[in-house]
């Protein structure tokens, strides 16, 4: 299959919507990274999905919205905590888990009885879904394990030959992946960090919501779940990735102790001449979105850069800082050093 690579007007957007219509998959920039949009009603349009990016059956989808009028058709029941979620930080990166409703297909739900939903602000994504009426499931626009794209480019090195069009708006802003929250219950759960926070959460629910252990701990294979995603492995490079934690000195020392060939570290602004390897900044120090912004970003260059090793300078895990953490330990298989 030939795929297009065009960047986002009218013409190019009128051929994603007619592709969406005719069950194809298109891949399309939101906010937080680049999706792989498919029809949700559609189950050929769905496994379509699941077979471009290699992914397993068993890990559901998220449907995407552009007004709240189309909620109905996607859930069969909104509580009265996702109206309050919705009301604040729709348009935007969360992700709410509600109960599903008959029209959704069942493969973009994995077979589970509850649907993740979310109403992206990025107005490529929001013109693609207004123009085709067609609330699409888009995981992110990456092969199944690796990190998830950042820019059309990106999309296009996984995606060619295996979709039809990929639509370049742009890097996204974010970088990182939307915040999942479910409210199946009365206890909210996040169940994958993002740029919205608990603290943030919790203020518009005013009462406590839980952070899911597994954004933070390695879990075994049999351990059980609430979102299947959390069990594979992901955002993952080729090179074998390691988090070091300590202070710029001890990073340094880790680094020269440890002599690895063709080793590249990652680190924060203005701390590149530092390090006696080659080093690129994931952010500022301080700055835990321009750290999520460029995350993805970088691991990919570094790849391309042909690096065996990556050493990275651990992430603060407050706020923001917690969505960055979760990618980067995982693209490092938990591997944590303490210096
Ligand atoms: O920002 C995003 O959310 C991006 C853009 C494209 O919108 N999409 C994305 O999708 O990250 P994906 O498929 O890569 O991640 C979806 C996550 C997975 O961890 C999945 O297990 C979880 O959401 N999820 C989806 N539906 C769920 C459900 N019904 N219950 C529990 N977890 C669910
Ligand atoms: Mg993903």
Known sequence: M???LLKANEESIDLACELLKNGEVVAVPTETVYGLAGDATNSEAIKKIF???GRPSDNP???HISNLNMLDKIVSKIPEDAKKLAKVFWPGPLTII???????????CAGLDSVGVRMPSNPIAREIIEKSEIAFAAPSANISGSPSPTIATDVFADMNER???????GECEAGVESTVISVLDDKPVILRPGIVTKEEIEKVLNKEVVIDKHITENIDAKGEVLSPGMKYKHYSPKANVVVVKGS???FVAFIEAHELENAFAMCFDGEEDEISI???????IDDPESQAHNLFAVLRDLDRMGAEYIIARCPEKEGVGLAVYNRLIRAAGFKLYEV
């Open 61 to 63: 989808l998220i449907v």
């Open 248 to 250: 710029l000195e001890n």
């Open 278 to 284: 080659p080093a690129l900044s994931y952010g500022k």
């Open 98 to 108: 509600m109960p599903k409703s008959k029209e959704v297909c069942s493969e973009v």
């Open 51 to 53: 077979e471009a990016k």
């Open 2 to 4: 030939d795929t297009k």
């Open 163 to 169: 979709i039809p069009l990929v639509i370049d708006g």
